[in-house]
């Protein structure tokens, strides 16, 4: 019973394995992002020079116009920016739930691929709608917290002197 053979039931397996994997996707989209710019940047020596001088304006940027969190403040953001992506996954998975309810009891609603795509679409639209909300939302208010964030700023620091060691590294090199 579980393995059709027609496309659109694994079409619709594949959207809802889709939209759980997104968020943990971002996620790791966001941590990976500073290593590969780093990574870019050691293509030459002058394209290295320019990511720490970036780095180093950002982390001075940072210092001078940006007032320090205290660590139950940057524990606190990081709880509530939490409880939004697991709000978002609840909505997703709630609507998938109703949706998946809905075609498999209702009689007047036949089971077919239609109204399986048709219910899809609809997963899709809403969770589109809320990664739009969390982004806007919740996006102000991770940059707010990474401006000031002491870990943050030690991170583009340890970022920093990684840099300018590998730098040392290929300059040095006959």
């Known amino acids: 019973m579980w393995t059709h053979h027609d496309l659109g039931w694994w079409g619709f397996v594949l959207a809802v394995v889709t939209l759980f994997l997104a968020y943990p996707l971002d996620v790791l989209a966001h941590l990976t992002a500073p290593v590969v710019k780093s990574w870019w940047a050691e293509r030459s020596v002058a394209s290295m020079r320019k990511r720490i001088e970036k780095l180093e304006n950002e982390l001075a940027d940072y210092e001078q116009n940006y007032q320090l969190l ?86 583009l620091r340890k970022s920093i002197e990684e840099l300018k060691k590998r730098l040392a590294q290929r300059t040095s090199k006959p």
């Open 70 to 155: 205290s660590a139950v403040e940057e524990e606190l953001f990081k709880g509530v920016e939490g409880l939004a992506a697991f709000g978002l996954l609840c909505l997703e998975f709630l609507v998938i739930c109703f949706l998946l309810a809905i075609l498999r009891f209702s009689p007047s609603v036949p089971l077919t691929a239609h109204y399986a795509v048709a219910g899809v679409a609809f997963a899709v639209y809403v969770s589109c709608y809320g990664y739009v909300i969390l982004f806007v939302v919740f996006g102000k208010m991770t940059t707010f917290r990474k401006r000031r964030s002491p870990s943050g700023r030690n991170t």
